[in-house]
């Protein structure tokens, strides 16, 4: 968005009174959460890797501005980056996921109704005149940096599709300051702006849908808020129809700001190491089924289905996959008694020649707790699985990280297959033997 057309219509509709939705959306997230403790990482080019530090899942605008491209294995990069002084990071998702709930927990002093889009997104609510809403805007953006170390951009508009927009000119436009808000600009200005940004910027099209598009003449975003809205749902979806009726500017994509009850959980990796034995797959299912149900438990559900599954890498023929899927009654969010159904489906099956690079396990059949269940008359009766998941999750909580668990998935130092984090931050914010140092001078 231009900075030039902003004084020209704030003059005019600084009086305008009603609703908008801000988008505040932080800035290289994983860059800034990583220079939160590491101050010196700032102003130059920061990435962050992908599981086992494989390639690069984030960049710091300075990294993007030397040309680092989304997705670059990064045993290609590394040469040259370091003549460049570039530097790497695994992805510390502890960090990142805590810093995220702070944001968001900051963004509730602002708006009693806050949605939560992304971990480095959410579209708050906010009242008043627009010099009001900008206002709060500026002061949701100094508090986020002041408060937790965070830079963000917020884009304010009559719909969520718009409020995306004008965040993304809010953070490209630095003369805008990191707020951008469509009630300072007239219809003309507007105009211009949606006939200057392609359609597959906009919320929701993407580059397949884009291309559709294009194939009708439409490649801007004001070609498509310009197109017949039936005949656009009739061709795509009720999807593409709601877009276009908010980039008309009303308001028609609903968001539930509970967060919704998922189907299924999985918790799936790939090893640092190949997996060869038996005895290690164990530990693997072991752990990994401590981490599946404590997501489960996150939700509030219980499972009746286990399916787990370990397999070899598909370039390396013969390629193997053992896998299974079973019943639990009644449904449990036990992490012993998934970890014996995930033992039992693969350990027989594993091939004594071969190298496993990845396992996970998916729980199904989700309920609530107190739902009533089912029993055949002439099964042995179930066995209470008691309250060991939610024990290990209290005590957890308490102490951070994995203070205890199951056998070998309360070993403090990792096995060889665990993920590889070589270049893993500290995580200062959930375990105490990674607190930050203080130095007062």
Not at 100 to 125: K, N, P
Not at 221 to 228: F, H, K, S, T, V
Not at 392 to 401: A, C
Request: charged residues 20%; glycine residues 8%; contains cysteine.
């Amino acid at each position: 968005m231009p900075a030039s057309t902003v004084n020209g219509a704030a003059g005019a509709r600084s009086k305008t009174r009603g609703e908008r939705f801000a988008l505040v959306d932080v800035n290289s997230c994983f860059a800034a959460c990583e220079r939160i403790f590491h101050p010196g990482l700032e102003g130059r080019p920061v990435v962050v890797l992908s599981n086992n530090d494989g390639c690069v899942v984030a960049r710091s605008a300075e990294a993007k501005a030397i040309g680092i491209p989304m997705g670059e294995p990064w045993f290609r990069l590394q040469a040259w980056a370091d003549k460049h002084g570039v530097i790497a990071r695994s992805s510390n998702y502890e960090l990142y996921g805590e810093i995220s709930g702070r944001i968001m927990s900051m963004l509730q002093r602002f708006s009693d109704c806050v949605e939560v889009y992304s971990i480095d997104e959410a579209f708050v609510r906010v009242h008043g005149t627009t010099d009001q809403m900008t206002a709060a805007a500026r002061e949701m953006r100094h508090r986020l940096r002041h408060d937790i170390g965070v830079p963000v951009s917020v884009g304010i508009a009559p719909t969520r599709t718009l409020a995306k927009l004008a965040s993304h000119g809010a953070k490209l436009n630095t003369a805008l300051n990191g707020v951008a808000n469509t009630d300072w600009y007239s219809a003309d200005q507007l105009d211009r702006i949606l006939r200057a940004t392609p359609a597959s910027e906009i919320w929701g099209v993407g580059r397949r849908t884009s291309k559709r598009l294009a194939v009708l003449a439409i490649d801007t975003a004001a070609a498509l808020r310009d197109a017949d809205v039936e005949q656009m749902r009739r061709r795509f979806s009720v999807s593409m129809a709601h877009t276009i009726l908010e980039l008309r500017g009303q308001p028609c994509i609903d968001y539930d700001v509970q967060p919704s009850t998922r189907q299924q959980v999985m918790y799936s990796r790939s090893f640092s190491t190949p997996v060869t034995t038996v005895d290690e797959m164990h530990e693997v299912l072991t752990v990994y089924a401590q981490y599946v149900t404590r997501r489960l438990r996150a939700q509030g559900s219980v499972a009746g289905a286990v399916q787990a599954f370990a397999s070899t890498a598909w370039a390396s023929p013969p390629m193997h996959t053992a896998s299974g899927a079973i019943e639990v009654t009644p449904r449990t969010d036990d992490p012993v008694t998934v970890a014996k159904r995930a033992h039992a489906l693969i350990l027989p099956h594993m091939l004594d020649d071969r190298r496993y690079v990845r396992a996970g396990i998916t729980l199904s059949d989700l309920r609530q707790p107190g739902e009533q269940q089912e029993f055949d008359l002439f099964d042995e009766p179930p066995q209470a699985t008691g309250r060991l998941g939610s024990m290990l999750d209290q005590v957890n909580e308490r102490l951070g990280g994995n203070a205890v668990a199951l056998g070998a998935a309360g070993l403090k130092t990792g096995p060889a297959w665990q993920m590889k984090r070589d270049m893993l931050s500290p995580r200062a914010t959930t375990r105490w033997d990674e607190l930050a140092t203080v130095i007062a001078r």
